[in-house]
């Protein structure tokens, strides 16, 4: 289990790839736990449209969810790239029947998008928005869920047109890991083949004075946070913008 800063090593394999994985951050209690808050919501059963695979709006509803926001797994990389005022932009959750496609390949930098762009500043990496992918279940080699191409975030040419996937890769993980991303990759999810549903909740994070999404999060859940939380869920904003603590 790594948990804090990024590690030199880690830091190194983030700004090579785009991403990085830590292990087992989550407890075989916790994964439990978070199957069965994911559960309590009752979710129609997924299609293969991608409006049937995601959900939102279930940080509200159990404790288990909202400690994800601020987990000491991704607490500190997302301050380190997005800035001691990073605020927690949007939040879903993917739900996978077997057999059923993803969503293909997007995302990357090119064409510049301020809200996802990467860059290595005076030996800080920042990025405009990242992405913190946690699993519930297992995603054995071969077995779908995401891919990327690893690299990418710092292409300075558009992904063609033709592109037909021979440099994406699979990026295998088990149930308690969870991959930090820049939404600056070309990213996307693979067809599931696991008879088990697959489960990920998506945590996604930018700098404290922008914002992709127009979530407001509802009063019920500020209520529910803890002071740090309630830091992470300050609305995009330039002056009076409080840091997030450690």
């Given amino acids: 289990m790594t948990l804090g800063p990024m590690s030199d090593a880690e830091r190194f394999r983030f700004d090579l790839q785009g991403f990085l994985i830590r ?7 916790d ?10 919501l009752d979710l129609p059963r997924p299609g293969s449209d991608i409006a049937s695979q995601r959900f939102s709006g279930f940080l509200p509803i159990a404790r288990r969810f909202r400690d994800l ?20 932009d949007h939040v879903y959750g993917i739900v996978m029947g077997a057999r059923t496609p993803g969503l293909g390949l997007h995302g ?8 996802q762009h990467y860059r290595v ?13 946690w699993a519930l279940v297992d995603h054995p080699p071969g077995g779908g869920g995401f ?15 033709t592109f037909d996937r ?17 939404e600056a990759l070309t990213h996307g999810t693979l067809p599931w083949q696991g008879d088990e549903q697959r489960r990920t909740l998506l945590y996604k994070y930018s700098p404290g004075n922008s914002a992709y999404s127009n979530v407001q999060w ?14 992470l869920l300050q609305p995009p904003s330039v002056g009076g913008h409080r840091p997030v603590v450690p």
């Avoid at 994964?31 to 309590?40: I, K, S």
């Avoid at 021979?166 to 820049?182: I, M, N, S, W, Y």
């Avoid at 019920?220 to 939380?229: G, K």
């Fill in 121 to 133: 500043d005076a030996g800080r990496i920042r990025t405009g928005l990242i992405a913190a992918q």
């Fill in 23 to 29: 292990r087992a951050v989550l407890s075989p209690g």
């Fill in 147 to 161: 891919m990327c191409v690893p690299g990418s975030h710092k292409s300075a040419f558009p992904l063609p047109s």
């Fill in 166 to 182: 021979e440099l994406a890769v699979q990026v295998p993980l088990g149930a308690g890991d969870v991959v930090v991303f820049t």
């Fill in 69 to 88: 926001i601020d987990h000491a797994a991704v607490l500190e990389i997302v301050r380190e790239t997005c800035g001691p005022n990073v605020r927690l």
């Fill in 108 to 115: 990357g930098g090119t064409p510049f998008d301020p809200a």
């Fill in 218 to 231: 509802p009063p019920e859940l500020v209520e529910a946070c803890t002071a740090r939380q309630r830091l």
């Fill in 31 to 40: 994964v439990a736990a978070l199957n069965a808050a994911v559960e309590v």
